[in-house]
């Protein structure tokens, strides 16, 4: 049996009164939600969105060396590297190509550059009506450091985010690489 | 929507109208048009309703039910019961 305060409470709707009350009195508080497409949020550190290419300072180049670690470390394999052989028996990137439609944004192509070459923007809002708008060649992702990592941020990126914390990718010293039949030649 | 808050306004609260005891002790609202006055009064319904689906947006079906027959009907009836009971008695 209900007790008689309980009877009163199911009469008279306390219950739902409380929640009318709590919902009228936020009537005259500031809205929680941001008109999003006119206040945007800043994106956090560390936010992982749009894939840039590393744009070296020195060379004006990339600084990817066509090693396709990347690539291999994958999950969506997404990431398409082609490569060749100039005179010097350098490896030229010939094509660095991303699939961002696949792509999961795990942020391990950035992990497995040893040369820190390869970077996630802060850049989210890039949806289109094709599909070629989402696939990225070598000279759209170089673009797109210029747009949206240019200065201090890229400056900061690799040492900010990412293990291990570099000042500077230079080449590895056990890397491999041509230079005895460079020197042989 | 707007229909029955016209209703409610003009069955419960007067239509048009206004309390005899507002226009006695404020006689210059007599001249204000009785249109003003239900559109009051239809707008505040429509406010409640506009709260109460704020506040509960879905009332679940069992519940709805528990409240109709469970409450509202044993309260109705008990008002009827007690309204006859005063209008003999008095």
């Given at each position: 049996?209900?007790?008689?305060?309980?009877?009163?409470?199911?009469?008279?709707?306390?219950?739902?009164?409380?929640?009318?009350?709590?919902?009228?009195?936020?009537?005259?508080?500031?809205?929680?939600?941001?008109?999003?497409?006119?206040v945007?949020?800043?994106?956090?550190?560390?936010?992982?969105?749009?894939?840039?290419?590393?744009?070296?300072?020195?060379?004006?180049?990339?600084?990817?060396?066509?090693?396709?670690?990347?690539?291999?470390?994958?999950?969506?394999?997404?990431?398409y590297?082609?490569?060749?052989?100039?005179?010097?028996?350098?490896?030229?990137?010939?094509?660095?190509?991303?699939?961002?439609?696949?792509?999961?944004?795990?942020?391990?192509?950035?992990?497995?550059?040893?040369?820190?070459?390869?970077?996630?923007?802060?850049?989210?809002?890039?949806?289109?009506?094709?599909?070629?708008?989402?696939?990225?060649?070598?000279?759209?992702?170089?673009?797109?450091?210029?747009?949206?990592?240019?200065?201090?941020?890229?400056?900061?990126?690799?040492?900010?985010?990412?293990?291990?914390?570099?000042?500077?990718?230079?080449t590895?010293?056990?890397?491999?690489?041509?230079?005895?039949?460079?020197?042989?030649k | 929507?707007?229909?029955?808050?016209?209703?409610?306004?003009?069955?419960?609260?007067?239509?048009?109208?206004?309390?005899?005891?507002?226009?006695?002790?404020?006689?210059?609202?007599?001249?204000?048009?009785?249109?003003?006055?239900?559109?009051?009064?239809?707008y505040?319904?429509?406010?409640?309703?506009?709260?109460?689906?704020?506040?509960?947006?879905r009332?679940?079906?069992?519940?709805?039910?528990?409240?109709?027959?469970?409450l509202?009907?044993?309260?109705?009836?008990?008002?009827?019961?007690?309204?006859?009971?005063v209008?003999?008695?008095?």
């Amino acid at each position: 049996m209900k007790t008689a305060k309980e009877f009163l409470k199911t009469i008279f709707f306390i219950e739902i009164l409380r929640g009318l009350a709590l919902t009228l009195s936020r009537l005259f508080t500031h809205a929680v939600t941001r008109r999003y497409p006119k206040v945007k949020r800043p994106a956090q550190p560390g936010f992982r969105g749009l894939h840039a290419l590393v744009r070296d300072r020195d060379t004006g180049k990339e600084k990817c060396v066509g090693c396709c670690l990347c690539a291999a470390y994958c999950p969506s394999q997404c990431i398409y590297i082609y490569t060749s052989e100039d005179e010097d028996h350098k490896k030229i990137v010939d094509r660095y190509e991303i699939e961002v439609l696949r792509c999961i944004f795990c942020g391990f192509c950035v992990e497995a550059c040893p040369f820190g070459a390869i970077s996630l923007t802060e850049h989210y809002e890039y949806s289109d009506y094709s599909r070629d708008a989402f696939y990225m060649t070598k000279e759209r992702l170089l673009s797109n450091w210029d747009k949206y990592m240019a200065g201090q941020k890229g400056e900061g990126y690799f040492r900010k985010f990412w293990r291990p914390m570099s000042e500077d990718f230079g080449t590895p010293e056990k890397q491999a690489t041509w230079r005895k039949i460079q020197n042989a030649k | 929507m707007l229909i029955m808050s016209s209703i409610c306004a003009i069955c419960f609260l007067g239509g048009w109208t206004i309390p005899q005891f507002i226009t006695n002790t404020l006689p210059f609202l007599l001249k204000v048009p009785g249109i003003l006055w239900f559109l009051v009064k239809v707008y505040a319904f429509m406010f409640f309703y506009y709260w109460v689906r704020a506040t509960l947006p879905r009332y679940r079906y069992d519940q709805l039910m528990a409240i109709g027959w469970k409450l509202l009907i044993p309260l109705a009836l008990v008002n009827i019961l007690i309204t006859g009971l005063v209008k003999i008695m008095v």
